[in-house]
């Protein structure tokens, strides 16, 4: 495995579900942090690629949405308080009421600076919602820009403003969500393992890793269907060699 300097090494490490520690630039950020053995009665299939004790020091926790795979309080309540947690409007009374004293709530387009490393709030096809009770928080992406520029697209349905991401930034690693597609994308708001190879090639990035999928079965496909099917789909399209398929724990440096 090639060595990288500390501070110019790109790392990412699939936990599961959509959830990944990127290590950028000398910093170390995690997204949608998930760690749970079960969601309500769902009960996950698949390990947890790191344990929280084996995760470095944190600087960033990216949180997409409130929805209960993707905003794990639990998993919050874990992690150091010196990590700057960025959050959609509606939802940072959550780290807030933990103690995290850097709760940076930003929303489409808008973005702020963590030690040289800018991160972008950008548009997402889903819905919002942590309870019946609870719904005016927002959903969104982020375009992390460090020593490399890593799209994390959250929770999504394919959406055209893909394309404009790709016109602005120059995305080294994008990690689209691949399951919980059946029936119909779940009403447009979760992408096919084809509609991320379609993000991908609009959003022009250089490689892809796709998340979402294998951990909770949240929707009618089986659990093997979504990597399967995407790498059938990049095949048949010849852009395989831009798709890596993680197994939680494996790495990719980019």
Excluded: C
Aim: net charge positive.
């Amino acid at each position: 495995m090639e060595e990288h300097k500390s501070s110019e090494r790109a790392i990412a490490t699939f936990i599961g579900h959509s959830s990944v520690l990127i290590e950028l630039g000398g910093l170390n950020l995690i997204t949608d942090p998930n760690f749970r053995r079960f969601l309500f009665t769902i009960w996950r299939r698949s390990k947890v690629g790191l344990r929280v004790k084996d995760l470095p020091p944190l600087n960033i926790i990216l949180i997409s949405h409130g929805h209960y795979d993707h905003m794990s309080l639990s998993a919050l309540k874990k992690f150091p308080r010196e990590a700057v947690v960025i959050i959609p409007p509606g939802l940072e009374k959550y780290p807030r009421r933990l103690g995290f004293p850097d709760v940076r709530v930003i929303r489409w387009w808008e973005n702020t600076e963590i030690k040289g490393t800018k991160v972008f709030a950008v548009p997402a096809r889903h819905f919002s919602g942590r309870s019946p009770w609870h719904r005016g928080s927002l959903y969104q992406g982020y375009i992390v820009q460090g020593t490399k520029t890593v799209y994390f697209a959250g929770d999504t349905g394919f959406f055209q403003e893909m394309e404009r991401l790709g016109e602005r930034f120059s995305i080294d690693l994008a990690f689209l969500p691949i399951g919980a597609y059946k029936p119909w994308s779940v009403f447009g708001h979760h992408m096919t393992p084809e509609d991320a190879i379609e993000a991908m090639e609009r959003l022009r990035a250089k490689r892809m890793v796709p998340i979402h999928w294998g951990a909770f079965k949240l929707a009618f496909e089986s659990m093997k269907e979504p990597p399967e099917r995407l790498l059938r789909a990049a095949r048949k399209k010849g852009v395989d060699s831009r798709i890596s398929i993680l197994k939680p724990g494996e790495q990719l440096y980019f």
